[in-house]
């Protein structure tokens, strides 16, 4: 099967749609049909607003019609309609314009992102093969209004109108309600009597009376909606009140009524729907239809809706045909035919592949069938599960086959499994997920099911879906357990070829050969080293801290006048802004604002808030780390052991998690003291291998700047350069304060950083950042250029590009909103910067760990952490590893300026830091 998977017909999983016949010749044998009219220029702008910036990762905006098909589809599914239509507005002025110029004058003009999305919405409405109906000079209301009426006169039709407009519920009668899907409320006449004190008949008289602030119907002056319902009991007809104004029940409303008597016989008019517009319409145009599926599937592929394509499934879905492996002999003949590519899975007890045991393995080397040998499965079961061991010796020879190609959805994980098992996985390494997220980087989640949904159209099962309450997988029926996993295997298998061809027309084949793919290796090795920690050490540093954090919280009681939970953000807000009587900086929607930034503003004034900030900061530092990092020693091992992952940040940057080892305060005494508990075993030393200032040398690089490029090759110090020529003074002068200021500048430069921005971590005014950002772009003229071409091309494409190729897609960089725009820009400069230097320590760590493992040298690299690699070695290698480190890292990559790297050793990473 081909990566366009065939769909005859739409049918929906979970909570399903309604089933449509497959011929256009439909029978029903229904009592009443329901008939669903939607108005579709509100929900379209609706969903415009609701969701903000949604797009496609080449920068198409898709937030409307996201929005709006979703809508459709819960209509469709929620509902059951058996028939549906949907009325549209059209561009032409209607007889509501010629009767009142300012007719709703005041909306805002249709941006441009939204008109561009309209289009698509109606090719996903055509290929729902759900009528549209527009006619020039009529608004969608009367189009609504005239069809309500029309159809209601079917004794066998019941009509629902999908608005959230007041106007519409006019039309509200036994036979006509109204829908609101966002409250999933059916609304019929007793619920608009109860809700507006008029029945549906009389909406347009009340609307008359109180105006409209959405259609601009201007109403009488004065009267509000509280009003008009209380004047509206007292007349039977709205004729009759005009005729006779003192019936309005008191003299200033009767007053009121007089002098807006003109206004209010044209809001009448203009609140009136039309109930005979000239619209072709009957039953049968409404009737449900076959979906056209390929259409949908394709869209909803096209515009990246990952979560709608699991409605959307074909009954020729691929069907994968798994087999229960439970004979060693069978399983010979197995591993014996296998002679290409093979992908596979394994089914474990723990996230953490160094404390996972093997349930259950699959296999897959053809489209459409695996293979699932279960191991340790502790159900209740009649199939027999060979033993582990001996699965592993038959497995053995082909998962340690170089010739042969290796595919895997997160196959760095399956590799450290089997690694702890003894076995090496060799060959040619193909990981699905990483090919995905290299695709589109922007994605939060690159899981299987997101996958397979986006690249094949096909709904996979989770694992929670599978699995439910359970707690471990072993607990899960063999059965189920054989089709979930072979699922896993089979589609790795299928998406490989598709995401490949992706991959080649994106030009990203390279960055996911050369560096992605050997990087797996790695991280292998380093997540299988981990880190040896010195409990005893964060169990002082524990005690001392809770001292410490003691003697804060007295003092913040002292401060604040009483006891209270310093960890309540309302009960802080309680002390702040009431009885100590500061003032707010921002709110939330459960009150006044206590955060980092908040607090710090507060400082200023007052010194509870800096307490606070010690508090939260110290109370962090012993729950994070102190506390924590012990009770995360692998027993078996004894060491610490993070997972690094490559499918996590946008611009390709490494993140640890399990724990978060790449997060360890890397200043301050207690970073310090935290870093002095990673240490090396006995005979060991650790060696900390650090780029010096690697995005300034890639800013130099990239920019050409001159005064950057002689600094580097110089080997001139950059901040203290900086620090000269931002001051003018001579290098002797310079103070270690100007120094401050110009890293500040420095880096923030490479962010993209603003005036106020630089003011806020300088302390200084606005305008004193502007002219040392001002004095910088004039020293250095190529660094102004560079951000200005970047910017332009990055607006071009629509993403931005690392010097070896990696994309990120940036289509806010057009956005009309200039918050979006000027923070889309900064990110359009510093991507390339801070992605390159990415890449590089990526393609460093594969050097470096090749050179180790070619000789006898017996180091290792035990973590990374964004520009630092740290290495831990015999005593006697140190030098060696040294010399290794140095030359692996500064030959990375050929720029036009050096790279250097700052490379110490000791007892433990603080020391070797």
Not at 151 to 164: F, M, Q, T
Not at 737 to 761: C, H, Q, S, W
Request: a negative charge; proline letters at 5%.
């Amino acid at each position: 099967m081909t990566g366009q998977a065939h769909h005859d017909r739409l049918t929906m999983t979970g909570s399903h749609l309604p089933t449509w016949n497959e011929k256009e010749s439909i029978v029903y044998t229904i009592d009443v049909m329901k008939i669903f009219l939607i108005d579709g220029n509100s929900y379209i702008y609706r969903a415009f607003y609701a969701i903000r910036d949604l797009s496609t990762s080449k920068g198409e905006p898709t937030n409307a019609v996201f929005g709006f098909t979703n809508m459709l589809l819960k209509i469709m599914r929620d509902m059951k309609p058996e028939g549906i239509l949907i009325a549209m507005d059209s561009r032409e002025p209607t007889k509501r314009h010629d009767a009142y110029e300012h007719y709703k004058a005041q909306r805002p003009e249709t941006p441009e992102t939204l008109i561009q999305q309209i289009p698509v919405i109606k090719r996903i409405i055509n290929a729902l093969r759900i009528p549209i109906l527009e006619m020039p000079g009529y608004e969608a209301d009367d189009i609504l209004a005239t069809a309500a009426r029309k159809l209601s006169v079917d004794p066998e039709n019941e009509i629902y109108i999908v608005a959230a407009d007041k106007d519409m519920l006019q039309v509200v009668n036994d036979r006509i309600k109204v829908y609101d899907p966002a409250k999933d409320i059916i609304i019929d006449a007793d619920y608009v009597k109860n809700r507006f004190g008029v029945y549906p008949g009389r909406i347009p008289e009340l609307m008359a009376l109180m105006g409209d602030s959405i259609d601009n119907i201007p109403g009488a002056r004065g009267i509000g909606p509280k009003t008009a319902k209380e004047i509206l009991t007292h007349v039977d007809s709205l004729s009759e009140l005009l005729e006779n104004p003192e019936l309005a029940g008191r003299e200033r409303w009767t007053k009121l009524i007089k002098e807006s008597s003109d206004n209010i016989k044209l809001s009448y008019e203009l609140a009136t729907l039309i109930y005979d517009a000239p619209v072709e319409i009957n039953t049968d145009m409404c009737r449900m239809r076959e979906p056209e599926g390929d259409k949908l599937i394709e869209l909803f592929k096209e515009l990246e809706f990952t979560s709608l394509l699991q409605f959307v499934s074909g009954t020729k879905n691929m069907k994968v045909e798994s087999e229960i492996i439970d004979d060693p002999h069978r399983l010979k003949q197995v591993v014996s035919a296998i002679r290409g590519p093979v992908a596979f899975d394994l089914e474990t007890t723990d996230r953490n592949p160094v404390l996972a045991e093997i349930v259950g393995i699959s296999l897959c080397n053809e489209s459409g069938k695996g293979y699932y040998i279960p191991v340790s499965h502790t159900c209740i079961t009649d199939i027999r599960q060979p033993a582990l061991v001996e699965v592993l010796d038959i497995l053995r020879p082909v998962l340690e086959d170089s010739s042969i190609t290796k595919i895997g959805h997160n196959i760095k994980y399956d590799i450290i499994c089997m690694k702890k098992y003894g076995i090496s996985v060799k060959g040619k390494i193909y990981d699905t997920m990483v090919a995905s997220h290299l695709l589109n980087p922007n994605k939060s989640n690159h899981n299987l099911e997101g996958a397979v949904l986006q690249y094949l159209g096909l709904k996979k099962a989770g694992y929670r879906e599978v699995a439910g309450k359970i707690s471990s997988f072993a607990e899960l029926d063999i059965m189920t357990a054989a089709q979930y996993s072979v699922e896993d295997s089979a589609y790795s298998f299928q998406l490989k070829d598709i995401l490949f061809e992706r991959l080649g027309k994106e030009n990203l084949m390279d960055i996911y050969q050369d560096i992605e793919m050997p990087l797996i290796s790695v991280l292998v090795d380093i997540e299988m080293a981990g880190v040896k920690i010195d409990t005893e050490q964060l169990k002082k540093y524990s005690k001392d801290i809770k001292a410490e954090l003691n003697g804060i919280r007295d003092r913040i009681y002292g401060i604040a006048g009483r006891e209270f939970n310093i960890n309540s953000p309302k009960q802080l807000g309680e002390i702040l802004f009431h009885e100590i009587g500061l003032t707010p900086v921002k709110k939330t929607k459960n009150g006044y604002s206590t955060d980092i930034s908040v607090l710090k503003e507060l400082s200023k004034v007052h010194t509870l808030p800096q307490e606070i900030l010690d508090y939260r900061s110290l109370s962090k530092i012993k729950n994070t780390y102190l506390d924590t990092l012990p009770q995360l020693i692998n027993p078996s091992t004894g060491r610490v052991h993070t997972s690094f992952n490559q499918t996590v940040t946008a611009t390709g940057r490494l993140s640890s998690s399990e724990p978060n080892l790449q997060n360890i305060p890397a200043r301050g005494e207690w970073g310090r003291k935290i870093r002095q508990a990673f240490i090396a075993d006995e005979g060991n030393k650790l060696i900390s291998a650090d780029y010096s200032q690697i995005e300034l040398r890639i800013l130099a690089h990239m920019s050409r700047d001159t005064g950057l490029l002689d600094a580097f090759k110089k080997e001139i110090d950059i901040h203290s350069l900086t620090a000269s020529e931002v001051f003018n003074v001579p290098g002797g002068d310079i103070t270690p304060d100007m120094r401050r200021v110009a890293k500040a500048v420095n880096f923030g430069i490479i962010y993209g950083i603003t005036p106020y921005g630089l003011a806020e971590t300088l302390k200084c005014s606005p305008e004193e950042a502007r002219q040392y950002i001002d004095r910088y772009f004039s020293i250095h003229p190529g660094v102004r250029e560079f951000i200005d071409k970047t910017i332009k091309a990055t607006r071009e494409r629509g993403y931005s590009l690392t010097m070896f190729g990696r994309k990120r897609p940036i289509p806010e960089i057009n956005s009309r909103n200039g918050n979006q725009r000027s923070q889309a820009e900064r990110m359009a400069v510093n991507t390339p910067i801070q992605g390159t230097a990415a890449d590089i320590i990526k393609i460093a760590m594969i050097s470096v760990k090749n050179l180790f493992t070619s000789g006898p040298c017996s180091a290792k690299i035990i973590l990374q952490v964004h520009d630092e690699l740290l290495v831990e070695c015999k005593d006697e290698d140190v030098a060696s590893s040294i010399s290794i480190l140095r030359a692996g890292m500064e030959n990375a990559a050929e720029l036009d300026v050096p790279l250097k790297v700052d490379i110490s050793s000791g007892e433990n990473w603080a020391e070797a830091h």
